[in-house]
């Protein structure tokens, strides 16, 4: 079916709809987790979705919708309903850019102190002690460092995370199973300043809401794994679909650093951000980043030590929700701060008591466990 020539809005699923008829969903018919899912991954009402590339049996079918291309089943696409885009389209041509902000992304360049062990032990002696007046207490490293931050590294897939990874650790890292997961996950090692960071590469995710192992590792090391700080990586060209990690991770831990990337693409398609005023908006530092060419990286470690020591207070944005949810947390809130006040649990009261209203039950059951226990030690009656 296509939209061409169409006068009335007719509402169809959108697996009925013909390749390249671009089109504009109306509402989901899916329920609960497939629902959410969806919403996840960017097929919100409102959006303009195009049907790109249907695979030779016909299923499944790449979407292009908010900037990424998404591949969905026949009873996914089912489940959304559409309509023909009747909305004014915007000129990409138009001149309305920030060239600050393509020049921000010239601010840093790759870190000459980001020195890994295997690096430096192939550095001459002279070599060695030039290195040394840039990076105080780099001589003398051998062997697997000992860090003094951990940084876990999280963003919706293919926003460059694995690249800015690759670029601040070098050589220094390696893949492994996580513990109890046959999910591969990267460490890696980066010295800024004289100081080693451990980072995680973790899973690329679009929620904290898990539907998958890859997920299910990168929520559980973001919410208990205590990370000193989490960067999240963001694609400057696409940025509103990956701003809903950023708030869902806004909610979890305030010591968290927006890395922009990308922004010399978003540059070359006229694409102008405030970047003061979205990290005035979101509470947390927004810095500019081109992983793959290294720039920007100096002051991301920058703004990363300065938020891991406290010398950066954020102050994140807490989204509110309606009367009847914002109700029960207020409501049950104040005991759950009671009982993590007996465990060692830094998760904030407010997002567990979200989390244990909302309908993902692994997570749920998670921290029933957590609380449960606190209970018990402390002698508590639930």
Not at 140 to 151: A, C, E, F, Q, S
Request: hydrophobic share 40%.
């Amino acid at each position: 079916m296509t939209f061409r020539g169409t006068n009335a809005v007719e509402e169809v699923s959108l697996s009925s709809v013909s390749t390249y008829a671009t089109c504009r969903i109306s509402r989901l018919a899916s329920k609960d987790q497939a629902r959410r899912r969806l919403l996840h991954i960017g097929f919100v009402p409102g959006a303009q979705v195009t049907p790109i590339r249907r695979s030779p049996t016909g299923d499944p079918t790449a979407y292009s919708v908010r900037g990424a291309m998404v591949a969905l089943r026949r009873e996914q696409a089912d489940e959304i309903m559409v309509t023909p885009d009747v909305a004014p389209s915007h000129d990409s041509e138009s001149p309305d850019n920030d060239i600050n902000t393509h020049r921000a992304c010239h601010l840093g360049q790759v870190p000459a102190c980001l020195i890994t062990p295997d690096n430096l032990n192939r550095l001459t002696h002279r070599a060695r002690i030039r290195l040394a007046y840039r990076v105080p207490g780099v001589m003398g490293i051998r062997g697997k460092p000992t860090p003094r931050y951990t940084v876990a590294l999280a963003g919706n897939p293919n926003t460059g995370k694995s690249a800015l990874f690759n670029a601040l650790t070098g050589l220094n890292q390696h893949t492994g199973n996580w513990p109890g997961k046959t999910v591969r996950v990267a460490e890696g090692f980066s010295m800024h300043k004289g100081a080693w960071f451990r980072l995680i590469d973790l899973p690329g995710t679009y929620s904290l809401l898990a539907s998958s192992k890859e997920e299910e590792v990168a929520r559980d090391f973001i919410c208990f794994g205590a990370p000193d700080v989490t960067v999240v990586v963001t694609d400057a060209t696409c940025l509103e679909r990956n701003l809903d990690l950023v708030l869902e991770i806004l909610e979890v831990t305030s010591r968290v650093v927006v890395a922009l990337n990308l922004v010399d693409e978003a540059y070359r398609k006229k694409i102008s951000i405030d970047i003061q005023g979205l990290s005035s908006s979101l509470g947390v530092p927004v810095v500019p980043t081109v992983a793959r060419l290294g720039r920007g990286l100096r002051r991301l470690m920058d703004t990363v030590q300065a938020v891991a020591d406290r010398h950066i207070v954020t102050d994140p944005l807490q989204p509110k929700y309606d009367e009847r949810v914002e109700g029960i947390v207020n409501l049950i809130e104040p005991w759950i701060e009671n009982v993590i006040q007996r465990d060692s649990c830094s998760l904030p009261p407010r997002w567990i008591a979200l989390r244990l209203l909302d309908g993902d039950p692994e997570l749920r059951e998670e921290l029933f466990e957590r609380l449960t226990r606190a209970v018990s030690e402390g002698g508590m009656s639930a």
